[in-house]
């Protein structure tokens, strides 16, 4: 049966690998509008299912959710005369169209991995990649929730921040991640925001963590406000102020360091090699402060300006 340009009936088709696509829902709603103002331009890739008679969707799962959305029965699709292992890699390959996330490639090679027996092997062969690309991307999936990855898949969370801020926290406190997973699903940080939080959450104490996890907007806005007193800080004293600041926290470090040396067996080396620098660094700040003060020519800049103003 060829079913290649045909008007197919929506629910002929089987959504076998739904859950390898990440939702977009800037894309899902351009595309929404695109299908109600020209129609299906692109038909749908599908492929026979070989264990029986029904079409397996290859590529185009946005656009039949967008039909559906727009309460359409029916498809266009182009049947693909190939085995599914063929057709998923095909479709990897492809330049055309929208590009794969890491993660949704990293799926679809499970897929084939784990459906049709394929060896990393031969999915490098296959794929114009090396068995380290392969072993990379499958790497993404170990010790992945599944509430991480549904996160993913459904545009709540990127792939970066599920690697690197929520599968090493929900390591390290299950509890915290899956929280955090609820208050992302109802409200949207971005990953930049993402990563503000996460740095702040290693350094916080655990009563605040607490209050961090469950309102994490709440401590980027503490943090955007403490940014703005600084600034308006830093403008209100000027360079005469950050000079008295700089000076206070010199002499913070250095009563630290008087303050641990008791509790140390025997002085680091460290801190003796480090002491001639010190000295030196210190010594040639005397010197710029004293050149300073004998060439100070910003009095005789006003003066200069007086007297040019007074006229004959």
């Not at 792939?159 to 109802?186: D, F, K, M, T």
């Not at 460290?270 to 030196?280: D, E, G, N, Q, S």
Request: a positive charge; one cysteine or more.
């Amino acid at each position: 049966m060829d079913v290649s340009g045909r008007e197919l009936d929506l629910h002929r088709l089987e959504l076998r690998y739904a859950a390898t696509r990440v939702a977009d829902p800037g894309a899902a709603r351009q595309l929404t509008a695109s299908l109600e103002r020209c129609g299906q331009l692109v038909p749908c890739v599908v492929v026979k299912d070989p264990g029986g008679s029904g079409l397996v969707l290859i590529d185009g799962y946005r656009r039949i959710a967008a039909l559906r959305r727009l309460g359409r029965d029916t498809v266009t699709v182009e049947c693909w005369p190939c085995d599914l292992a063929t057709a998923l890699l095909t479709l990897m390959l492809r330049q055309q169209g929208r590009g794969f996330a890491s993660i949704e490639q990293a799926l679809l090679l499970r897929e084939l991995v784990l459906r049709e027996g394929l060896s990393q092997r031969e999915l490098a062969a296959r794929t114009g990649h090396d068995v380290s690309w392969v072993n990379r991307r499958l790497q993404l999936l170990v010790g992945l929730p599944d509430s991480v990855l549904a996160a993913v898949r459904a545009g709540e969370l990127s792939s970066w921040a599920a690697s690197r801020i929520v599968v090493p926290l929900a390591r390290a406190n299950s509890q915290h991640a899956e929280r955090l997973l609820q208050v992302l699903g109802r409200e949207r940080l971005s990953t930049r925001d993402l990563q503000r939080w996460f740095g702040h959450y290693q350094g916080a104490s655990h009563a605040v963590r607490e209050r961090m996890v469950d309102h994490p907007r709440l401590l980027l806005r503490a943090l955007e406000e403490r940014q703005v007193e600084r600034g308006s800080a830093a403008l209100r004293d000027g360079p005469e102020g950050a000079c008295a600041s700089e000076i206070r926290q010199i002499e913070a470090l250095i009563a630290r360091l008087r303050h641990r040396l008791p509790t140390l067996l025997a002085v680091p080396e460290v801190l003796i090699t480090a002491m001639p620098r010190i000295k030196a660094a210190l010594a040639g700040l005397d010197n710029a402060i004293t050149w300073s003060i004998t060439h100070d020519t910003s009095r005789d800049l006003f003066e200069r300006a007086r007297a040019e103003g007074a006229g004959p």
